[in-house]
């Protein structure tokens, strides 16, 4: 009889089942679920703040793309918010200029036409590294606000797109002044999206982007063409990021050139240092903690609150390189982390 793959030599331990592994690495954990089920809290804990809670769950899922490709391929970008203001303008101008204003349709639109513009610059992004990337996604930020900032008479300029209308989502659930409308539709969307990232990084799809960002040159060996999967991974990152964008413009009916500017692609990198890259909800306690602290220290003080930004930051970098989450999970006994 043969020996099954899986055995191994005499006086030697047998090699993990990868599919086990990846069983074990889908299945939901008892603290995911409760994490879950805490973010429904604000409509009963937090109501006059759903506004600030629904741009949370919108830069979450920016911050969870982005995560995409830094934390699990090694693609350094500064310049992501590209995708962001690709989708919110292209919802916003489906709606300003062509009256179309249906919320989900509007949503996957946007986040096709961030995913075209992904593919069209993925072919240059896959082709360098280091400080030449983070040079052509900073140019490519820079173009895009250009680009905008001179067909105002299709994305209104430095005056921003207005006249944006969202129509209710289903043609029943109007978007009302308080936000439970806007919170509601931002955090399933948010879910969707999450679940569809979770699925994405434990399949052995994602295994290959981890084993990519280690050591691109070794994983075309194992049958992993390096540039063809990091190629799919950013147009798959950039329809996330376009589909935040055009939360943003449906739950607010405005677009403006800060969607593409690079102070929101430095934004999404410090949420996502502070709460941990390579972990998905590192990606959404970093926006969750940014936002938060950018409400209460700007209330104190509106121009030096980057101040305090700045030391917590250094902080985390000095003290919890693998983030605030990294550093909650050491907290938490080995034995409850399966749960």
Do not use: C
Not at 208 to 233: H, Q, T
């Amino acid at each position: 009889m043969s020996a099954s793959r899986h055995d191994a030599p005499a006086g030697t331990s047998p090699l993990p089942d990868p599919h086990l592994f990846l069983r074990r690495q889908t299945r939901w954990g008892m603290f995911e679920i409760l994490f879950w089920l805490a973010a429904l809290l604000p409509f009963w804990l937090f109501p006059t703040y759903l506004s600030l809670a629904s741009q949370i769950a919108i830069t979450a899922l920016f911050a969870v793309s982005l995560d995409l490709i830094l934390g699990y391929a090694g693609i350094i970008s500064l310049g992501h918010a590209v995708f962001f203001g690709v989708g919110a303008y292209t919802t916003g101008i489906l709606s300003a200029r062509y009256g179309w204003g249906e919320p989900i349709t509007g949503l996957l639109i946007g986040g096709a036409a961030a995913a075209v513009v992904g593919y069209v610059t993925s072919f240059v992004i896959v082709r360098v590294q280091h400080l030449a990337l983070l040079m052509i996604t900073l140019g490519l930020g820079f173009i895009a606000v250009e680009i905008a900032n001179s067909a105002a008479w299709l994305t209104g300029g430095a005056d921003g797109l207005q006249d944006v209308d969202t129509w209710p989502i289903f043609g029943y659930f109007k978007f009302d002044f308080y936000g439970y409308t806007a919170y509601a539709y931002s955090l399933a969307v948010l879910f969707i999206m999450f679940v569809i990232s979770r699925r994405l990084v434990h399949s052995p799809f994602g295994l290959s982007l981890r084993g990519i960002r280690e050591n691109a040159v070794r994983m075309p060996a194992v049958g992993a063409p390096s540039r063809r999967r990091l190629r799919k991974i950013y147009v798959i990152s950039a329809a996330m990021a376009g589909v935040a964008g055009a939360l943003l413009t449906q739950t607010t009916d405005f677009a403006s050139l800060e969607v593409l500017g690079f102070q929101r692609s430095a934004d999404v990198a410090i949420m996502l240092i502070l709460g941990g890259t390579g972990q998905l909800y590192g990606a959404i306690l970093g926006a969750l903690i940014f936002l938060i602290a950018r409400d209460q220290l700007s209330g104190m003080n509106p121009q030096y609150w980057y101040f305090w930004i700045g030391l917590l930051l250094m902080a985390v970098v000095l003290f919890l390189p693998s983030g605030i989450l990294g550093g909650l999970r050491r907290l938490v006994p080995a034995r409850w982390r399966s749960l």
